[in-house]
């Protein structure tokens, strides 16, 4: 189709504004123009129906890689593709390392001068402490079984592991921060030097909550990709210690404690020590991968993907329902579309372990990146309104976002309450954090869509109630039309 002169574009845009207060929110495509006159079609998006999927999502609770909520929601998002009307669809199933927490107790137990106990502080699981991913169990019994706990600032010095043996380790985040470790590197480095546990104290993130215990995953690069810790290491051979975050406020208390202990002087033992009783299950499960498709006439496949799973602590409602519920109402409002490439929507465990999920897919299907014209992101791409307007959107290559740029200006355009929000864009080679890292490494042009506001990331207070409906639309607006531009460019 030519593009209008402005006269005929005035007239158009009258005609359109009519049709869209008539069919409110239904899938119709709405023709749009860029600046030279270039044809952009913006899909439809229904947020009032991406936000009940979102709240049947949640209800799912937890959704960590290989648990029963994770093949349930699975089932779930293969339900409404099909109901879509998407071909191709069905769940492939992945065998990787999982882990999952059946129970954890944490404790600071105080022993007076004679060895009684004198003082137990309990921490609440979830709320003051949580457990790192692939953290070893320990059995607590009875007081003989109560841990010495050793304060190693933040982990750089090593010569502050000299005295850890058979004893907790307390070690600052502040080694992470500055980006000299890693948390899987002070796990595995408490474990090296015979301690019997590792305790991270959060001291950097979320300031805003008052730095509480954030979920965690224990991983390792393999190749440039990423592997559970356990799988690099001989089957029952790797650190076997619990590893746990606790929040700034209880880490306090324990240095607080610490700095007034004092020795037996007949064992040299400290009267501060910590109780730990972990259960946790590490052993490989199957995880979930849902695809579908929306048939191409052509060769080529634009990917639309977004990780279904969570970690253990949240049912992740920004982390990441929200992907996944836009994701699946970009399904609705492209199924009926006949594009020259297939349009491919996919949603991924394994995301929280190491980017399993994509990664298990892509080896399992490595022809795909001889025909893959580009895969988009969708993680976190809520905007929490009460706290800003950013939404940031970035690609590894200048072409594709160019395009996204444009479909962007076009949905600004065409919707008064989308201009409030605040677009940033950027280019990197995308090689981590998400998803889109798995294609990014094997050389395939990959964007991400990032939302904001979201501090409750990996915190129980992951919820429903920080969700907006608008800025799903807002996502799904701009993604759908990319994919489907991209799809018959």
């Known amino acids: 189709m030519r593009g209008?002169?402005?006269?005929?574009?005035?007239?158009?845009?009258?005609?359109?504004?009519?049709i869209v207060l008539a069919m409110s929110s239904s899938g119709c495509l709405l023709p749009w123009w860029d600046e030279e006159g270039g044809e952009i079609y913006i899909v439809g998006f229904n947020d009032e129906r991406a936000y009940f999927d979102g709240q049947a999502i949640v209800g799912m609770g937890p959704r960590l890689s290989g648990t029963d909520a994770?093949?349930?929601?699975?089932?779930y998002i293969r339900d409404r593709f099909l109901e879509a009307?998407?071909?191709?669809?069905?769940?492939?199933?992945?065998?990787?390392t999982c882990y999952e927490v059946?129970?954890?107790?944490?404790?600071?137990?105080?022993?007076?001068?004679?060895?009684?106990?004198?003082?137990?502080?309990?921490?609440?699981?979830?709320?003051?402490?949580?457990l790192q991913g692939y953290s070893g169990s320990r059995d607590w019994d009875d007081r003989l079984d109560d841990l010495e706990i050793?304060?190693?600032?933040?982990?750089?010095?090593?010569?502050?592991?000299?005295?850890?043996d058979g004893k907790a380790v307390l070690v600052t985040s502040e080694g992470v921060a500055s980006g000299n470790l890693t948390f899987t590197d002070l796990f595995v480095r408490a474990w090296e030097n015979g301690a019997a546990a590792n305790t991270v104290q959060n001291v950097h993130i979320h300031e805003e909550l008052d730095y509480p215990p954030i979920a965690?995953?224990?991983?390792?690069g393999d190749r440039g990709h990423w592997k559970p810790l356990p799988d690099d290491y001989p089957e029952g051979q790797g650190p076997d210690i619990p590893s746990f975050m606790v929040s700034k406020e209880a880490g306090d208390e324990i240095r607080s404690r610490l700095a007034n202990q004092f020795f037996n002087p007949v064992t040299g033992e400290s009267n501060v020590k910590v109780r730990i009783d972990f259960d946790v299950t590490v052993e490989m499960r199957p995880l979930n991968v849902v695809i579908g498709d929306v048939k191409g006439t052509e060769d080529g496949i634009v990917m639309l993907g977004a990780h279904h799973d969570t970690v253990y602590v949240t049912a992740g409602a920004v982390d990441n329902t929200c992907g996944v519920a836009t994701l699946v109402e970009i399904a609705r409002n492209l199924a009926d579309e006949q594009p020259k490439r297939t349009i491919r929507l996919a949603t991924w465990g394994g995301e929280e372990e190491a980017i399993l999920g994509s990664w298990e897919y892509l080896q399992a299907h490595p022809d795909l990146m001889d025909n893959l014209t580009v895969y988009c992101n969708l993680d976190m791409v809520n905007v929490d309104l009460d706290r800003g307007t950013r939404v940031t959107i970035g690609a590894n290559d200048e072409g594709v976002l160019g395009g996204l740029k444009e479909v962007q200006r076009a949905v600004v355009d065409r919707y008064e309450w989308a201009r409030k929000y605040e677009f940033r864009y950027y280019t990197s080679n995308l090689?981590?954090?998400?998803?889109?890292?798995?294609?990014?490494?094997e050389?395939?042009?990959?964007?991400?869509?990032?939302?904001?506001?979201?501090?409750?990331?990996?915190?129980?207070?992951d919820t429903i109630l920080h969700v907006s409906q608008e800025s799903l639309m807002l996502c799904g607006l701009i993604y759908g039309s990319y994919a489907l531009m991209a799809a018959n460019a």
């Open 443 to 461: 050389g395939g042009k990959v964007a991400v869509y990032w939302g904001s506001g979201g501090l409750e990331y990996h915190t129980p207070q």
């Open 431 to 441: 090689t981590h954090g998400s998803d889109q890292a798995t294609f990014a490494i």
């Open 70 to 75: 994770e093949h349930q929601v699975a089932g």
């Open 102 to 130: 059946n129970s954890a107790s944490f404790s600071l137990v105080i022993y007076d001068q004679i060895g009684r106990e004198d003082e137990k502080i309990e921490y609440e699981h979830l709320t003051e402490f949580v």
């Open 85 to 96: 009307g998407l071909s191709n669809v069905h769940i492939e199933w992945y065998n990787v």
């Open 4 to 18: 209008f002169d402005t006269m005929e574009r005035a007239a158009a845009l009258v005609v359109m504004s009519v």
């Open 150 to 164: 050793v304060d190693v600032g933040d982990g750089t010095n090593e010569s502050a592991y000299e005295d850890v």
């Open 216 to 220: 965690f995953t224990a991983s390792v």
